[in-house]
């Protein structure tokens, strides 16, 4: 921790391989929470089997939430409506529609596991998957637990260093846009952010790739009750044809300037890495850890 204030956030540590990170995440762990430099740490882990090794070694002091994957089995027959969803990027609308009307959904605690069940919480585990789909999604935890000084632990490099690379088709994008058209019977908030969103995709689809590159792109908050209703708008019009692009847009407006491209079907191709409002970061596979701070730049 020293070291990492010294280097004003961002710090790189070449480990060699077997010497024993798990254990030494454990004492940061212990250590971040026994004082009150940070009052949250997030540890994002790659797949879920490292994650529940990882959480059979926690000492019974560290009392942690571990965000759980949509319980599948559980869902049954819906889970097939449900993979149509995450597809698509609909997953408010799934927790609407599915999780609201689902004969399963007293006794199952995933529809609520974020919001007030993660007030005041001081260590979360989840995987990084999260990061894929919401790249504000750092943001989202510390806003839902009211912390002020997050700190990230994020089990793997290898998800900071390779991009991820995005393609917005012209039928996608055209029909967002339809969608935040038909909008009706908004809040006086909502509907400046309707028509802040309708303004900035209608730029973006005549954008040619010297704008796209040149462009300061921002798009507004992806506000969940404005989402979901965008999705039922969407999907009464072109079904399951309709795909969510708030936070591909999101993701857009974080990307590398210089990757992107319109291509010559019409497509908007970029490649981006999450945004990671966090203090630490950690890595194993190739043997380097990586630390940032908020507001520092990669």
């Not at 060699?16 to 994002?44: F, P, Q, S």
């Not at 919401?134 to 839902?144: M, S, Y």
């Not at 044809?241 to 936070?247: S, V, Y």
């Not at 966090?278 to 850890?289: E, G, I, K, Q």
Request: aromatic residues 10%; positive net charge; hydrophobic residues 40%.
């Amino acid at each position: 921790m020293q070291l990492l204030a010294q280097a004003l956030g961002r710090l790189l540590i070449q480990l060699a391989v077997g010497v024993g990170k798990t254990t030494w995440m454990l004492r940061i762990i212990a250590h971040v929470l026994g004082g009150d430099e940070h009052d949250l740490v997030i540890v994002l882990f790659p797949r879920w089997d490292i994650l529940w090794e990882f959480e059979q070694r926690l000492p019974t002091d560290l009392q942690a939430i571990t965000l759980e994957p949509r319980p599948r089995d559980r869902c049954g027959g819906l889970n097939d409506r449900w993979l149509e969803y995450e597809r698509t990027y609909c997953g408010f609308l799934g927790r609407h529609e599915l999780c609201g009307n689902c004969p399963r959904r007293r006794g199952c605690p995933w529809p609520k596991q974020y919001g007030k069940r993660l007030r005041q919480a001081r260590l979360i585990l989840t995987t990084q998957q999260h990061l894929i789909q919401n790249p504000h999604f750092i943001r989202k935890l510390t806003k839902d637990t009211q912390a002020n000084r997050p700190l990230l632990l994020l089990d793997e490099s290898d998800f900071l260093l390779k991009n991820i690379e995005r393609t917005i088709s012209p039928r996608d994008l055209e029909r967002f846009l339809e969608a935040i058209r038909q909008m009706r019977g908004m809040s006086d908030r909502r509907h400046r952010m309707n028509n802040d969103w309708q303004e900035s995709v209608q730029l973006l689809q005549d954008a040619r790739t010297i704008d796209l590159q040149a462009g300061n792109w921002r798009f507004p908050w992806v506000d969940p009750k404005w989402a979901l209703a965008i999705q039922q708008v969407g999907r009464s019009i072109y079904g399951a044809g309709f795909r969510f692009l708030g936070f591909d847009l999101t993701h857009f407006s974080h990307s590398d300037r210089i990757g992107r491209q319109r291509q010559d079907d019409g497509a908007i191709r970029f490649a981006t890495v999450p945004d990671l409002e966090s203090h630490l970061v950690t890595s194993a596979r190739r043997a380097r850890m990586f630390y940032t701070a908020i507001g520092s730049p990669w």
